[in-house]
């Protein structure tokens, strides 16, 4: 039941994730173009954007410890046995290495607006970090459609 509910959290949460990773890369491209100041609006979503990153992250931790593809359910497997698997290597490799990734670059993205740089390159940087963060998500989620590991849209 508990588990449950985290798991509909971790998997609502991509959806917060990807319209604030939208939102700010749209800002922060108009911004680069129209040379504009960093605002307030500009910062706040990178702030909403890395705590629903960290929150998605802690729970996704719980998930990868207790869950039925984490360190509960494949502890006593060897390393061998879990790359053969293709839903086992997914979880203990691809999903949680992209998703830390990408964590890491929203985190350093949203440090760019504490800078003291000119606006202009602040845009630029948070354009880049939160772009590269939202192919490698893109790319890490385990959409419906992928074979073997699809998981629900919501
Ligand atoms: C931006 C970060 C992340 C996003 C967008 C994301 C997204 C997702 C989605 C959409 C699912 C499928 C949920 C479902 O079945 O309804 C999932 C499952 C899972 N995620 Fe993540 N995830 C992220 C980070 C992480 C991290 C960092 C870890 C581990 C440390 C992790 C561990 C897991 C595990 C173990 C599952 C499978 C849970 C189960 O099926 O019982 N996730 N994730």
Do not use: C, Q
């Not at 508990?2 to 749209?26: E, K, T």
């Not at 992209?98 to 670059?105: D, S």
């Amino acid at each position: 039941m508990f588990y449950n509910g985290l798991l509909v959290l971790h998997s609502l949460l991509r959806w917060v994730i990807l319209i604030l990773l939208l939102v700010a890369i749209v800002k922060s491209y108009s911004g680069m173009t129209a040379v504009k100041p960093f605002s307030e609006g500009d910062k706040k979503v990178g702030l909403f954007l890395m705590i629903s990153a960290h929150t998605t992250l802690l729970v996704g931790l719980y998930l990868w410890f207790f869950g039925p593809w984490g360190v509960a359910s494949i502890g006593n497997l060897g390393f061998g046995e879990v790359m053969k698997d293709r839903v086992l290597r997914y979880y203990a490799v691809e999903h949680t290495t992209g998703m830390l990734i990408a964590i890491v670059l929203i985190t350093i993205g949203r440090g760019v607006a504490k800078k003291r740089i000119p606006d202009a390159a602040k845009y630029k940087r948070t354009f880049w970090f939160f772009l590269i963060a939202l192919v490698i998500i893109l790319a890490t989620v385990p959409w419906p459609f992928r074979a073997g590991i699809g998981r629900p849209w919501l």
